[in-house]
């Protein structure tokens, strides 16, 4: 996948598994030309299993397949307009651990070359949800 470097690391059966430099196009910001002239996004995740299987089998039903947490990411980012990068940041990191087995993520969003009176590289917010302090979905 362009612009998408996925690789794991595993110390026994504990396995992080990084999506990194994911690009999206959001419609998200404080302004009103953010949130309708839309801006990239870039995504930075770490997915924290703590019993992966699939560190031994081989096998991508032991483990959470990347390219559905990618294309949730994208659901998240396309399908909702949020004001503050910590919102967005927050709601991912929630939709990813109710929809996949995990033990903790970790998702930075970064808004490269934000529109600001000055030179800047970019500006981005980080938050890191483990399962535990998940609070449980509300029905209505």
């Not at 033990?103 to 500006?123: E, G, I, N, R, Y």
């Amino acid at each position: 996948m362009p612009g998408c470097h996925v690789y794991s690391t595993d110390t026994g059966d504990k396995v992080d598994i990084f999506i990194e430099g994911l690009e999206v196009y959001g419609h998200h910001g404080v302004t009103d030309e953010e949130k309708v002239l839309g801006q990239r996004l870039l995504y930075d995740v770490r997915l924290t299993v703590e019993d992966c299987p699939a560190a031994f089998t081989d096998d991508l039903t032991g483990t959470v397949d990347y390219t559905e947490v990618v294309d949730l990411i994208i659901e998240v980012a396309t399908t909702n307009s949020f004001s503050l990068l910590e919102r967005l940041a927050q709601a991912t990191a929630e939709a990813i651990l109710r929809r996949f087995p995990l033990d903790a993520v970790w998702v930075q969003v970064t808004k490269p070359h934000p529109p600001v009176a000055c030179a800047l590289a970019s500006v981005g917010a980080a938050v890191e949800l483990i399962r535990a302090d998940l609070e449980p979905e509300v029905e209505l």
